[in-house]
């Protein structure tokens, strides 16, 4: 079955700074790929995604790209802000309906 | 819009007692329905999962069972809980052609 890595386990960085956390699978027919912000006591909640026909995407300030080649994928925070301080989840899938297989997350700490 | 509910969102049960947690989906029709819990780190583990009415895969042995008595809900219990049963429990649902997994917002378990 799919295996999820991600590093690193932990991340702080100053507030402006920019956070890269990076994620790598080992199916090769996944072709999904969503970000999770879980923020204290509550669900994950989805970020960002991206689907495997895509190098990159963005959103303000919140960017993921993905190399198919290599089987890894990241999420780049820019300009990161307290508020930003959450742990992330990578995921992937085969197909968006299908059982997502998580990475183990990463703690991020935004320090002001 | 779809939602998801969850509860109760804290719960504290002596060791040998019963549990009962549960997950409405509303918005959508014949979601698959997914029961993860987090221990003590942050890993998400999957527990059990279901793409239909009384359909039920486990990822896991252990001393939960869960059921899907109607389309959208899913129901995990135990006849008697363990101490190592304590943990947050999210139930999330997805469905092909949508964006993810949708979370609940988690219930906080613990056994004394």
């Known amino acids: 079955g799919e295996n999820v890595e991600q590093h690193p386990s932990t991340l702080s960085v100053q507030e402006g700074d920019s956070a890269v956390i990076k994620c790598t699978y080992s199916?090769?027919?996944?072709?999904?790929f969503p970000w999770y912000k879980q923020e204290l006591g509550k669900g994950p909640q989805l970020i960002i995604d991206?689907?495997?026909?895509?190098g990159e995407k963005k959103d303000q300030r919140i960017a993921v790209t993905l190399n198919k080649t290599a089987k890894h994928f990241s999420l780049h925070i820019t300009e990161t802000q307290p508020e930003d301080s959450a742990v992330y989840f990578c995921a992937a899938s085969i197909n968006t309906g299908n059982q997502f297989y998580f990475g183990t997350g990463t703690s991020l700490t935004v320090i002001p | 819009s779809q939602t998801i509910h969850q509860w109760p969102a804290t719960l504290v049960q002596p060791v040998g007692s019963p549990l009962s947690l549960e997950c409405t989906v509303e918005g959508t029709s014949n979601p698959n329905l997914y029961w993860y819990r987090q221990a003590a780190g942050r890993g998400l583990q999957l527990l059990f999962y279901?793409?239909?009415?009384?359909?039920i895969s486990s990822e896991v042995p252990q001393n939960l069972s869960a059921s899907r008595p109607q389309d959208r809900q899913f129901i995990l219990s135990s006849k008697k809980l363990l101490l190592s049963d304590s943990g947050f429990y999210l139930c999330a649902w997805s469905r092909t052609g949508d964006r993810g997994y949708t979370f609940g917002s988690g219930t906080r378990l613990t056994v004394v």
């Open positions: 199916d090769s027919a996944s072709n999904y």
């Open positions: 991206i689907r495997s026909n895509v």
């Open positions: 279901s793409v239909g009415i009384g359909q």
